[in-house]
């Protein structure tokens, strides 16, 4: 079964700093790998996914990751925080197939200070 | 992209009352949808698979019963909470996959936070 692993529930940036979310995935095949923002009390949006083609992705708000397969890998990054960015991410993985549920990581709260 | 609305976005319930929730895909088809359920600083668990025209497919350890799902149309699934009690108290999300070139995609509606009194 796939599972995925975000080290790290909490996060604490400077405006202004890197921002980095760890995302490890455990499967014997990659999957398609997704991460998504959550604001309180609201749905998820989706910041960006990587299914085949360039590992290095970018995504929405400056955001952008890049899959490594021999590390198991998604992680999540963006050059410079803003107090805007401050929310929930949760990364998740679907089977390579179409129309699959989505799993999901428990979560890392990002916090930006002034 | 493609719209998932889910109604409504809160609800209050006297415990052992039941409540409905629907999840409607917009602008597209979906023959599948997946509802989640989120507690407070948690992740999102999928409970249950919805099917068009056939029962839906549970997670080990949801209560079918309790859980009502229903996926009447291509475009309509609805989850009733079966008397409710307190600790059903959550946030509930629905998601349908893409279709074509979304189909690698998944919509997520609002979501509806439920807390039952």
């Known amino acids: 079964a796939q599972s995925v692993t975000q080290l790290g529930s909490h996060v604490s940036v400077s405006e202004g700093a890197l921002v980095l979310l760890r995302c490890n995935y455990s499967?014997?095949?990659?999957?398609?790998l997704f991460w998504y923002v959550q604001y309180p009390n609201q749905g998820l949006q989706l910041l960006l996914k990587?299914?085949?083609?360039?590992?290095l992705v970018k995504g929405i708000n400056g955001f952008e990751a890049e899959f490594k397969k021999s590390e198991t890998s998604f992680h999540l990054t963006k050059p410079s925080a803003h107090m805007s960015d401050a929310a929930e991410y949760f990364c998740?993985?679907?089977?390579?197939?179409?129309?699959?549920?989505?799993?999901f990581g428990k979560g890392t709260t990002l916090s930006v200070s002034s | 992209g493609a719209v998932v609305s889910q109604h409504p976005s809160r609800v209050i319930c006297k415990s052992g009352t039941s409540v409905k929730i629907e999840c409607r895909s917009l602008?597209?088809?979906?023959?599948?949808m997946f509802w989640y359920r989120q507690f407070p600083k948690q992740s999102l668990m999928l409970m249950a698979t919805?099917?068009?025209?056939?029962?839906?497919?549970?997670e080990q350890g949801v209560e079918k019963d309790k859980f009502l799902i229903n996926h009447a149309s291509l475009t309509l699934s609805t989850l009733t909470v079966t008397s409710a009690h307190p600790e059903d108290s959550s946030f509930y999300i629905c998601?349908?996959?893409?279709?074509?070139?979304?189909?690698?995609?998944?919509?997520f509606g609002q979501g509806t936070r439920l807390t039952v009194v």
């Open positions: 998601s349908a996959p893409g279709q074509g070139p979304w189909g690698t995609e998944a919509f």
């Open positions: 499967s014997s095949v990659p999957p398609y």
């Open positions: 990587y299914t085949t083609g360039a590992t």
């Open positions: 998740a993985v679907s089977e390579r197939q179409a129309g699959t549920a989505l799993i």
């Open positions: 602008d597209f088809q979906a023959t599948t």
């Open positions: 919805s099917n068009e025209g056939s029962k839906a497919t549970y």
